[in-house]
């Protein structure tokens, strides 16, 4: 009866998600139902919650931030130009619609999410399939499948998180999410194949699909295990992007050189991408316990800020896109940034309370069947917070308690909660809610690229058209990862 109760406020959260309610209107709610079960039902007081979630203010202020530096950034990089000419760039050298969907959902979206985390490589990717000449609803699809490195984005703190609630190796739980990957970077390219080019296409470009996903594949794995957990994510996108140029170079006489203006508009990312690898490396270099204003400057959010408040600078311009640019930003951040840190609350509050362990302890009592649940549990947490480091917090602890309860190897299970809350997070509301601001807001196509059957369109883009084909690819791949996970019993 416990379960129950534990699993009443997610009941609620999902039953008025499916009633279309409002993002923030759900969080909240959900959020009041779980105070009144862990007051009524647990016996939790109201100073151990608030103190709970003071803990996590930092988090919720660090994921705000990133969510506003993610949308300025895309903002201002609109404004001066500088996406239309990076996607001039590519759409002109990749010329097939195939390879331009796999170069942005198993290349671009993954570097940019390794890079910055919490859902911000959709602000890379979308832009640029629109500029390919993709519908709205499907760029802001493809652009939410791409999130398939989550739990190496943001150089990994989800995974991190997972690594030390649970006492496992941090680089081992890396090596392994890594190995179970490989079917989420398989499936979910065929499918954003299916989705983006139809069917016929998508099987013709079967090569394309197995080399880049391979790459990619490969190189997350090989990172992890000879430099460490953080950069893989990163140095694996690149991967395969580069495998994917390299076969364009060959197949379609494509030159590869960069023109002197995109160059220069590549120099907000080089200076987003330094900034953050610096700083980690000067993370990892500190003796002990990084000091608190280290880890300010090493947050995602920071460079995210910093780099958008230069680009005009970087790029040579003037600062008169900056206001617009700037309220604009805000008029979209605050919904998303809302509901984001209503749910990151639930996902505490539940953790916090015991609520998460009950339920995991009920589905423990499945016994041997158990590891075939646990990707789904590991994925409510991951579609309830939108952040693997929330769904960590809120289950991996538990699941490892299972694990060893009913004697199934404590890293594979970890691993398989890891992966699974990692690719769930696409689906979550804030996720979606975000790729389709995006996809509303971003210039159309400056010309057509592809006869795809479909031209890019000024149609509004709601999460009524957007959620459904996310969450129908996301229990296909988790039902892959529940029979890998019977199989390894």
Excluded at 25 to 51: D, K, N, Q, W, Y
Excluded at 101 to 129: D, N, Q, R
């Amino acid at each position: 009866m416990m379960a129950v109760w534990a699993a009443l406020p997610i009941g609620v959260a999902l039953g008025m998600l499916v009633f279309r309610v409002g993002p923030i209107g759900t969080a909240a709610t959900a959020l009041a139902c779980g105070v009144g079960v862990a007051m009524g039902v647990f016996a939790a007081e109201m100073g151990p919650i608030l103190s709970a979630q003071a803990a996590m203010a930092s988090l919720f202020v660090e994921v705000a931030a990133i969510l506003f530096g993610g949308l300025w950034l895309s903002r201002i990089l609109t404004a001066t130009g500088a996406q239309q000419r990076l996607a001039g760039w590519l759409t002109g050298m990749c010329r097939d619609p195939a390879r331009a969907v796999l170069l942005v959902v198993l290349g671009v979206v993954p570097f940019a999410e390794s890079m910055t985390g919490f859902g911000i490589g959709v602000v890379v990717g979308i832009p640029l399939l629109i500029q390919f000449g993709f519908p709205r609803v499907h760029a802001a699809i493809l652009g939410l499948l791409g999130l398939i490195i989550v739990p190496w984005g943001s150089l990994g703190p989800g995974t991190l998180v997972a690594a030390r609630l649970t006492g496992i190796d941090f680089q081992a739980l890396g090596i392994a999410s890594a190995l179970l990957s490989g079917p989420v970077f398989i499936l979910m390219g065929a499918g954003a194949l299916t989705l983006g080019v139809g069917g016929r296409r998508a099987a013709a470009a079967w090569p394309d699909l197995v080399l880049t996903a391979g790459v990619l594949w490969v190189a997350v794995w090989g990172v992890n295990v000879v430099l460490g957990t953080p950069l893989a994510g990163v140095l694996g996108s690149l991967a395969s992007i580069s495998a994917l140029l390299i076969r364009v170079r060959l197949y379609e006489r494509q030159s590869l050189v960069i023109p002197l203006l995109v160059r220069r508009d590549l120099a907000p990312y080089a200076m987003l991408i330094a900034g953050l690898l610096v700083t980690s490396a000067w993370m990892a270099l500190w003796p002990g316990k990084a000091p608190a204003w280290l880890r300010v400057l090493h947050s995602p959010a920071t460079w995210l800020l910093v780099t958008a408040a230069l680009t005009p600078v970087l790029l040579g311009q003037s600062m008169q896109a900056q206001p617009r640019a700037l309220r604009q930003t805000l008029s979209g951040w605050w919904p998303i940034a809302l509901a984001t840190v209503l749910f990151l609350a639930l996902g505490t509050l539940l953790s916090s309370t015991g609520m998460s362990t009950v339920l995991a302890q009920a589905g423990a009592q499945l016994g041997p069947a158990y590891p075939a649940l646990a990707p789904w549990i590991g994925a409510l947490g991951g579609f309830l917070t939108g952040s693997n480091t929330g769904a960590s917090a809120m289950f991996a602890a538990s699941q490892a308690q299972a694990a060893q309860a009913i004697g199934y190897p404590v890293l594979t299970l970890v691993a398989f909660q890891n992966v699974a809350a990692s690719l769930a997070t696409m689906a979550a509301v804030p996720r979606v809610m975000m790729a389709c601001r995006i996809a509303q807001d971003a210039p159309p196509p400056q010309q057509a690229i592809f006869a795809t059957g479909v031209t890019a369109d000024a149609s509004v883009v709601s999460r009524s058209h957007v959620w459904p084909i996310v969450l129908v690819l996301n229990g296909l791949i988790l039902v892959v990862l529940s029979a890998l996970s019977m199989g390894l019993m």
